[in-house]
């Protein structure tokens, strides 16, 4: 067994610790001292500390699950590297490719596993089409398009969503990163992007959307978008020259052949936030390879800043290697 802290009880924080069991048991908190803190804690039987040092400092606790503000991962990444403690970060890693550069560097020089917190790689119909490209079932790839949206625009009242340092480009923060670590995950790192934000009132809540050109360093091209004000959405579609391969959701493929009807497969739901943390789990555990592969961690946050960039100045921007 794991002993863990997790780092924020938000909405996030709390699924997380409800998601967790098996090789992996949180035991400490790291959160403000509140009457509503205190109540998951105790029913969680989680001890509550202000701050992250009794944490950082107890040998018994062997790893750390960050589900704080983004701008807080880097330096929370490096206390906790320096620590000793193997390291869960939710995604986004961080807001500049500088930073992921920093903290992967900083893990692995301490010689601790660290993994990211994108979840949708593990939905039974995302596995199932990374499945069928490496089998080359679609052929030789051409193409991918991806969305992923919600309704946080009715949702939201403050926070991190609302404010631009924690949260630029609209929506790419919250549900867009989504999207292009999907098409990261499947074609690769992103060579040049071409992005456009769209704002609506009424302001402040977050009526916008996201478009974005995509081209792979593999010579492959890609649209991606993502919306902040309409029903929970999340599509990925891989497109080659045998076959294409359209995700619908969490449990729905739909494969299409020349010359043959769609074929729907459909998949039992499982529990994406318990499988990612059971991932991380065995890498600390057993020195099991990270589900995600320390390239393509860097890759997406190599494409979210120039995507964040392109938004802003509205010029394609050419990303570096991972």
């Not at 992103?190 to 009526?207: G, Q, W």
């Not at 959701?249 to 020349?258: D, I």
Request: charge should be neutral; include cysteine.
């Amino acid at each position: 067994m794991i002993e863990a802290a997790i780092f924020g009880l938000g909405r996030w924080g709390r699924s997380l610790v409800e998601a967790a069991g098996g090789a992996l048991r949180f035991t400490h908190a790291v959160e403000p001292d509140t009457v509503g803190a205190q109540a998951f804690a105790a029913r969680h039987g989680l001890a509550l500390h202000a701050g992250a040092e009794a944490v950082l400092a107890d040998p018994a606790i062997r790893a750390v699950v960050l589900a704080t503000p983004h701008s807080l991962h880097h330096q929370q990444v490096l206390a906790a590297a320096a620590a000793g403690k193997a390291v869960f970060c939710e995604k986004p890693l961080a807001l500049t490719a500088a930073d992921a550069r920093a903290m992967l560097t900083a893990c692995r020089a301490a010689g601790v596993p660290m993994a990211v917190g994108h979840n949708r790689r593990f939905w039974p119909a995302m596995r199932a089409l990374r499945a069928l490209i490496a089998d080359g079932a679609l052929g030789q790839l051409l193409h991918v398009e991806a969305h992923n949206s919600n309704l946080n625009s009715d949702a939201v009242t403050g926070g991190w969503r609302l404010a631009p340092g924690e949260s630029p480009a609209g929506g790419m923060t919250g549900a867009g990163l989504h999207a292009l670590d999907a098409c990261i995950g499947l074609f690769g790192p992103v060579r040049r992007v071409t992005a456009r934000l769209l704002t609506h009132p009424p302001v402040p809540a977050p009526r916008d959307s996201v478009s974005v050109l995509l081209e792979f360093a593999n010579g492959t091209s890609g649209l991606m978008a993502t919306i902040r004000a309409t029903p929970l959405f999340l599509r990925v579609h891989a497109f080659g020259t045998l076959a294409s391969a359209e995700v619908l959701g969490e449990t729905e493929l739909v494969l299409r052949r020349a010359g043959a009807p769609p074929e729907t497969r459909r998949f039992a739901p499982e529990d994406a936030l318990r499988a990612e943390l059971d991932a991380f789990a065995a890498q600390v555990e057993t020195g099991a390879p990270p589900a995600i592969a320390e390239r393509d961690i860097l890759a997406t946050v190599l494409g979210f800043e120039a995507v964040v960039r392109s938004a802003e100045t509205g010029t394609t921007i050419d990303c570096d290697a991972p």
